[in-house]
């Protein structure tokens, strides 16, 4: 239901709900687009569309995720129509092709846990935005912001299982990625 | 594992290794009640393979987590938010 807030109550809300946000939600958006200005007009876009629409949120409720959802969906209904991003992978067919077993098994064999945290460079870094964008978005969503299943659910329009699966493909994906820089720089 | 699934003597759900997984998850990402979670931290005591996949997923969260998440927001861009949703000056 909208809220009939009055002006100085809107700028408490943005003030005191929404601002201290900005350096997630940066980050969000410089994993997103790869790009600081490009970084910088997606987050602008969402505070400027947060503060039109403040009406639509509750005072007091989960902010975080109201905007991490405005944002993403800024980002993929004005901000990718505009870059010349190649079109998206066909979902399903990703989905299906890591759905088999094959990848967990040579995983298990080929990375370890003290392999992970000898990488000090940009490999990690690397790998995430080497990505699909919708297996990077969870892995940022859940991994470096801490949002519960059923938050990343919301901000993303769609069902919880569909938030695990993706994740733990991601993950997968992720973990490849990371195996083929150890076997590169001689540690397995 | 789900929560209606048990452990077996091994600590090993019934329902094998995909349900490991599953739980796994839950315990890395805080999905899990204390009862899931000391099930699993029971279970990869004797599961080799779990234990392995546990610490790994665990070593990738932290690495992610300390590597690309701490970009900052540039003082122009809130500075410019600021400016163009502050109330015009008051008459």
Known sequence: MEKN??????????????????????????????????????????????????????????????LFRILKNSFINDFRKKSKEPPKLDYQEVETYYNSDDVDEKLTIDLRAETVQDMIGDEISNALNALDIDFRTVIILCDLEGFKYDEMAKILDVPIGT????????RNLLKEKLADYARNMGYT | MNNNSRANENGMSENGPEDCMKLLSKVLDNEANDDLKDQFLEHIKICMPCYQRYHLDMAIKQLLKTKCGNKKAPADLIQSIRTQTSPPPAQ
């Open chain 1, 5 to 66: 807030y009055t002006i100085a109550e809107k700028h408490e809300i943005f003030n005191s709900e929404f601002l201290p946000f900005i350096g997630p939600m940066y980050n969000f958006a410089y994993r997103l687009t790869l790009n600081e200005d490009d970084s910088k007009d997606l987050v602008q876009d969402t505070y400027l569309k947060a503060f039109r629409f403040i009406g639509s949120f509750e005072k007091g409720t989960n902010a975080k995720a109201w």
């Open chain 1, 163 to 170: 938030v695990r699966s993706r994740l733990h493909r991601a």
